[in-house]
């Protein structure tokens, strides 16, 4: 995820207090609307978060519940965090009705001082998590971002682990391990359209595609027939040597459920975090995009969209000497080809001509690459279907 267009400055706590000091405040609020002295933070075992936030922003509106979500994730876990939710909303009852979703802190509601902390903490847009730099530490600053790639793992909000997230991620992707992939602690499987599970480790060997796409998306379901075509041709004629693992952005389950319907291959289940990890260890930025991983685990291609839309199954097993001998074949195809031919179906010259895909106007069956084509008319005819006018 790119980071947002703000910067921020990391304060100590002492800063955030003197400001409170300076409007009069000496206490927080916590949900049951109890006074929390704010001299009671424990800045030497808790890392404390300012949020920046409001009730009309929609943007807040659905981070919100992901915060509020690692915040008592992290509390049973055991971890020091400590929230303070900075208002920004334009009234008292906004504030009231945002704040009443939050387990955390919150500084009493005033105008003035909030317009302070945000000018302090040079907030220019919300959502807005800024961590206080209580021991000289180098903190992480964008947490939004962070907390939205990594979730609970990046705790607690350092840049020394966002390094080593990086580092982490980095090894995955190329450390030829498709289990460090695609499992994870307490899942060691992925699961089939018709619900049944199949072990990662069945698939260690094999070509993997992983397919990330969704039902909502038209250019995923063309491509999804095309990886189809594809798929079942390599299943009849090389056997069991590939395999497709759908990494879904559908909506929501039952939209998932449809899509996986419609597939012969397997998918991650829904509600595992692992989809959104593949999409940030790939950098998948739209769909559908198919990242193609070899037989010893590691990526050959993250563009086998292209590589199946042009070539489909004849390009496995995928690799760069693969394409390159498709594509040499192809040239000496060409160049066994006439450049023009008049044909007796067809009134105007037909030129030879490179097409992704094309329909034969004589014999309706689908055609790619070399085509006779008319440039007075849409008209194209496989090689094999031209009858020369003598």
């Not at 705790?155 to 992707?173: C, G, H, M, V, Y």
Request: include cysteine; glycine fraction near 6%.
């Amino acid at each position: 995820m790119s980071k947002p267009d703000y910067q921020a400055t990391n304060l100590p706590l002492w800063d955030f207090l003197t400001i409170l000091a300076s409007e009069g405040v000496d206490f927080l609020l916590s949900g049951e609307e109890d006074k929390v002295p704010s001299s009671s933070l424990d800045y030497e075992k808790t890392t404390i978060c300012l949020f920046f936030s409001a009730n009309w922003c929609r943007p807040c509106q659905s981070f919100t519940p992901k915060l509020v979500q690692l915040y008592n994730m992290l509390r049973t876990m055991g971890k020091e965090l400590e929230i303070v939710f900075i208002s920004l909303d334009h009234d008292e009852d906004g504030f009231n009705a945002h704040f009443e979703t939050m387990p955390w802190l919150t500084v009493p509601f005033d105008v003035n001082l909030h317009k302070k902390l945000r000018e302090r903490f040079h907030v220019v847009r919300i959502p807005f998590l800024v961590p206080l730099n209580l021991d000289g530490q180098s903190v992480e600053e964008d947490l939004i971002g962070l907390i939205e790639d990594f979730g609970e793992d990046a705790f607690p909000f350092t840049n020394k682990r966002r390094e080593e997230l990086k580092a982490i991620d980095d090894s995955k992707r190329q450390g030829g391990k498709i289990d460090q992939l695609l499992a994870r602690p307490g899942r060691d499987y992925v699961v089939a359209s018709d619900g049944g599970k199949v072990l990662v480790s069945k698939l260690i060997g094999k070509t993997v595609g992983l397919y990330f796409g969704a039902h909502w998306c038209p250019p995923c379901r063309a491509f999804t027939a095309q990886l189809v075509e594809a798929y079942n041709q390599l299943l009849s004629s090389r056997g069991d040597c590939f395999e497709v693992v759908l990494v879904s952005s559908d909506r929501d389950q039952k939209e998932f459920d449809v899509n996986i319907s419609g597939m012969p291959w397997l998918a991650l289940p829904f509600e595992d975090r692992t989809r959104q990890d593949l999409c940030r260890i790939f950098n998948i930025k739209a769909i559908p995009a198919l990242v193609l991983i070899g037989p010893d685990g590691k990526p050959i291609s993250t563009n086998g969209k292209n590589i199946i839309t042009l070539y489909g199954a004849k390009a496995f097993p995928f690799t760069q000497s693969s394409i390159e001998e498709i594509e040499e074949s192809l040239r000496k195809e060409g160049d066994s080809l006439p450049r023009q031919i008049q044909d007796i179906k067809h009134q105007h010259v037909l030129k030879l001509d490179m097409a992704k895909a094309y329909v034969c106007n004589y014999c309706e069956r689908l055609g790619k690459f070399w085509a006779f084509s008319c440039d007075a008319c849409d008209y194209d005819l496989h090689p094999t279907c031209v009858e020369e006018a003598s």
